[in-house]
């Protein structure tokens, strides 16, 4: 795979206890996590890991500023039988 690529995950994806917290804390769902393994950009990262970043049409406020864009980017480590993600970051635009 070339940093970069898109590729579908056909594993099971799993999001840790603090994976969880930080989609609360950043505004993403678990669900928008989960299409952002599944279908968005893939880049390489720190400690053998894979950041996956997915576009999202907001078009909504956040932190008191409207945004049209949400962008989640979840940081995930692959195992040969799932896709576990070990945190989440968002960034709007």
Known sequence: ???GEKMASRKPIRLTNHAREQ???RGA???EVQQAVMYGAR???KYDRIL???NITFGQT???KRYQIKQVAPVIK???TEAIVVTVY????
């Open 52 to 54: 996956c970043r997915y």
């Open 78 to 80: 692959e195992t040969a």
């Open 43 to 45: 880049e390489i990262a």
């Open 23 to 25: 989609c609360v804390e």
């Open 90 to 93: 968002t960034f709007f635009f």
């Open 1 to 3: 795979m070339k940093e």
């Open 62 to 64: 956040w932190h008191g």
């Open 29 to 31: 769902t678990e669900d």
